[in-house]
């Protein structure tokens, strides 16, 4: 079965989705786009029982296209769940809280912040492939500007571990992820988390990435001391102004440290589709990754 068409614009949206029908045939397609198979026991063939449920022939499991996906359980149409994921979409630096109240009508500020939050929760997906090849690391950090302490340790703020691939004179995908501190029993494991075995981590003189070379990277330090002059780890500060732009830009600078890491999901997501043809082809992909994520209540 071939993925289905994506909307290219509004009016290809209205189109494609005008009916909770038209939603729901949608994301079986994209769901079971090589073929239906049960999440129970993996047969391929099922009865259809109505308009939302199938029934497994093997196991006679009874399911909806929803189950264990981010719609799961919820008490508001796909229609809802569509045209939220549109708004999220459809502009290039996503949508705030307060934007989306607007665009959608929500009675409350609350209502509109837990929507974006559940799609940011499928923006991500553990099975990702990790970045490799040459991959520049670097952390910065993000939050408000306050008194005390600045540099590696400020108080005050929460310390981000960015990872960058070089390709050429462009920055390929991007990884991020909070980290506690920066020292070398934290960012090690970070690192190989985000990285490939066996890649070319280039960094600072940092002690905190002497154990590169130990953990399996081919370690290249950039600089030994905090020089002014070349930047020596372009990228990886590229994405870190970005970053902060689109924080203060789109989230007017006020974001909680505890969501923090769902809106890293957000970025990391919109910069590596940053080059998509169409805002409905990332549409689409948030659509297949809410499938393809069993959810968390």
Known sequence: MATPEYPSNKNDYDKLFSTERKCRAYLERLRW??????????HNHAWRRGQSFRQCKGCRCRFSVTAGTVFHGSRYPLRTWFEVAWHICEQKNGISALGLKRAMGFGS???AFRWLHAMRQVMV?????????EVEVDETFVGGVKSGKRG????????????AEVRGSAIGRIRMKVVPDATMATLTP?????VEIGSNVVTDGW?????????????????????????????VNRVASLLKRWILGTHQGSISTDRLPAYLDEFVFRFN???????GLLFQRLLIQSV???HAD
Do not use: Q
């Open 152 to 163: 590696r340790g400020a108080a005050g703020k929460v310390l981000v571990l960015i990872a």
């Open 33 to 42: 786009a090589d073929g239906f198979i049960c999440p129970a026991c993996g």
């Open 207 to 235: 002690g905190g990435y002497g154990g590169m070379t130990a953990a399996g990277f081919n370690h290249t330090i950039s600089r030994y001391t905090p020089a002014v002059g070349k930047n020596l780890l372009p990228k």
């Open 190 to 194: 970070a690192v190989a988390e985000l």
């Open 109 to 111: 500020y609350h209502t």
């Open 125 to 133: 997906l553990p099975s990702r492939n990790p970045l490799d090849g």
């Open 292 to 294: 393809s994520l069993r």
């Open 273 to 279: 589709r940053r080059t998509a043809k169409s805002r």
